[in-house]
T-cell receptor
Framework: GAVVSQHPSRVICKSGTSVKIECRSL??????MFWYRQFPKQSLMLMAT?????????EQGVEKDKFLINHASLTLSTLTVTSAHPEDSSFYIC????????????FGPGTRLTVT | QKEVEQNSGPLSVPEGAIASLNCTYS??????FFWYRQYSGKSPELIMF????GDKEDGRFTAQLNKASQYVSLLIRDSQPSDSATYLC?????????????FGKGTMLLVSP
């Protein structure tokens, strides 16, 4: 399989501050990365698709100005949660695929965000 | 609305038994099918994928695909307590300028010693 890392693994921040989460593909180039959010005991929810060198595509209901995504290189995508609020507390997971069939996605270990 | 349906479970099986996890999908244009395992508090881990009708075996796991019935399943032989997790079915479709992977909500598997 492929390796995807995320940093940080856990973060606690105060309400109103911004938090940046990094997602890296370590052993392959990822033209496309994905950002998911998962609340406790709920299913994965796709937030946005991040394409290298272009704007991210956000899913319906996800505020693009609140969740800023930058995919600056073929191995790095970042998600910035701006002006975080307690309701943004969740498990954020990124994934990436190689851009070739069968397009399997490899997930990072996730970032647990707690907003106080 | 492209959907992937899974029974939420929990599916309870005794240790050593065969666990059978099922998934149906609505998009006939789907091309690849994946099974992920997710332990509580962890991110999903790819178990295996399948894209041709029939069976595909990998160790204790067998994926089965029937495109005519729009059905994909995962069999786990000799189930172990460590297999207790939520199993996510995912369906992929690739087109001109887009690539979508749609996840089911997952089936929780409990393997009792």
């Amino acid at each position: 399989g492929a390796v995807v890392s995320q940093h940080p693994s856990r973060v606690i921040c105060k309400s109103g501050t911004s938090v940046k989460i990094e997602c890296r593909s370590l052993d392959f180039q990822a033209t496309t990365m994905f950002w998911y959010r998962q609340f406790p005991k709920q299913s994965l929810m796709l937030m946005a698709t991040s394409n290298e060198g272009s704007k991210a595509t956000y899913e319906q209901g996800v505020e693009k100005d609140k969740f800023l995504i930058n995919h600056a290189s073929l191995t790095l995508s970042t998600l910035t949660v701006t002006s975080a609020h307690p309701e943004d507390s969740s498990f954020y997971i990124c994934s990436a695929h190689r851009g070739a069939p069968p397009y399997e996605q490899y997930f990072g270990p996730g970032t647990r965000l707690t907003v106080t | 609305q492209k959907e992937v349906e899974q029974n939420s479970g929990p599916l309870s099986v005794p240790e050593g038994a065969i666990a059978s996890l099922n998934c149906t999908y609505s998009d006939r244009g789907s091309q690849s099918f994946f099974w992920y395992r997710q332990y509580s508090g962890k991110s999903p881990e790819l178990i295996m994928f399948i894209y041709s009708n029939g069976d595909k075996e990998d160790g204790r796991f067998t994926a089965q695909l029937n495109k005519a019935s729009q059905y994909v399943s995962l069999l786990i032989r000799d189930s172990q307590p460590s297999d207790s997790a939520t199993y996510l079915c995912a369906v992929h479709r690739q087109g001109s300028g887009y690539s979508t992977l749609t996840f089911g909500k997952g089936t929780m598997l409990l393997v009792s010693p």
